[in-house]
């Protein structure tokens, strides 16, 4: 899953001392993001290109998913998908905002996951 790779990235690259914090969140937001596309591709519910996590939420919600408290907390990555990669335009990113980032991708990557299996077994 693309996804996964996001993740990988942002994890990985935590501790390499000239990997911006900024870019860390950026791929925790996309794990997100792809996470959730892939749970709608997987639904046949079709989305826009967007990098708004809110918007991909409402539209799991209209296609009759459950919202689980974490997909809601994730709407907070959306502004690392584009701001975040232009230093200018956001506050700058802490170590703590990178660890919140990362934890609300791997949750969100989680569900998602469960979500895409019980379309393909059953």
Same mark, same amino acid.
């Given at each position: 899953?693309?996804?996964?790779?996001?993740?990988?990235?942002?994890?990985?690259?935590?501790?390499?001392?000239?990997?911006?914090?900024?870019?860390?969140?950026?791929?925790?937001?996309?794990?997100?993001?792809?996470?959730?596309?892939?749970?709608? *591709?997987?639904?046949? +519910?079709?989305?826009? $290109?967007?990098?708004?996590?809110?918007?991909?939420? /409402? %539209?799991? =919600?209209?296609?009759?998913?459950?919202?689980?408290?974490? *997909?809601?907390?994730? +709407?907070?990555?959306? $502004?690392?998908?584009?701001?975040?990669?232009?230093? /200018? %335009?956001? =506050?700058?990113?802490?170590?703590?905002?990178?660890?919140?980032?990362?934890?609300?991708?791997?949750?969100?990557?989680?569900?998602?996951?469960?979500?895409?299996?019980?379309?393909?077994?059953?």
């Amino acid at each position: 899953m693309q996804a996964q790779s996001d993740l990988n990235l942002a994890q990985g690259a935590r501790h390499i001392a000239d990997v911006l914090p900024e870019h860390l969140a950026f791929h925790a937001q996309q794990c997100a993001e792809k996470a959730i596309k892939a749970v709608l *591709l997987s639904h046949n +519910v079709q989305f826009p $290109p967007t990098h708004n996590i809110q918007a991909l939420i /409402d %539209l799991c =919600e209209k296609g009759g998913l459950d919202i689980p408290e974490i *997909l809601e907390e994730s +709407v907070e990555l959306t $502004p690392y998908a584009v701001e975040g990669r232009y230093l /200018d %335009l956001v =506050e700058p990113v802490s170590e703590s905002d990178v660890d919140r980032a990362i934890q609300l991708a791997t949750s969100v990557l989680s569900w998602a996951e469960e979500q895409v299996a019980k379309t393909t077994s059953g």
